[in-house]
């Protein structure tokens, strides 16, 4: 098993930045492809971002294109999301997840979940 936890979030104005941490610990973390989500309040979990196991490959939703960046690096365990330009429809609770074998787009691929960090976007 891997453990997450994520940290970094906060209240920011729209346009500023903040950036996400997702700190593993339990498993080497390399051998897990990592996802951004997020969920405002009354709605859904919903996609924001994926990360294959060797950081090559990233995908994104297409309301954060352009403004987030995933990363990780795996010789510290950590993955990071680099949120820029942020828009008050940001605002949610942001987790981390992490799957043995698929960065996929969809909640149920992820077997392992951090607890979640709140931003906060004002306008």
């Known amino acids: 098993q891997v453990q997450l936890e994520e940290s970094g979030g906060g209240l920011v104005q729209a346009g500023g930045s903040l950036r996400l941490s997702c700190a593993a610990s339990g498993r080497t973390f390399s051998s897990y492809a990592m996802g951004w989500f997020r969920q405002a309040p009354g709605k859904e979990r919903e996609f924001v971002a994926t990360i294959s196991r060797s950081g090559g490959s990233t995908s994104y939703a297409d309301s954060v294109k352009g403004r987030f960046t995933i990363s990780r690096d795996n010789t510290k365990n950590t993955g990071y999301l680099q949120m820029n330009s942020l828009k008050p429809e940001d605002t949610g609770v942001y987790y981390c997840?992490?799957?043995?074998?698929?960065?996929?787009?969809?909640?149920?691929?992820?077997?392992?979940w951090g607890q979640g960090t709140q931003v906060t976007v004002s306008s």
């Open positions: 997840a992490a799957d043995r074998y698929y960065s996929g787009t969809y909640t149920y691929q992820y077997d392992y």
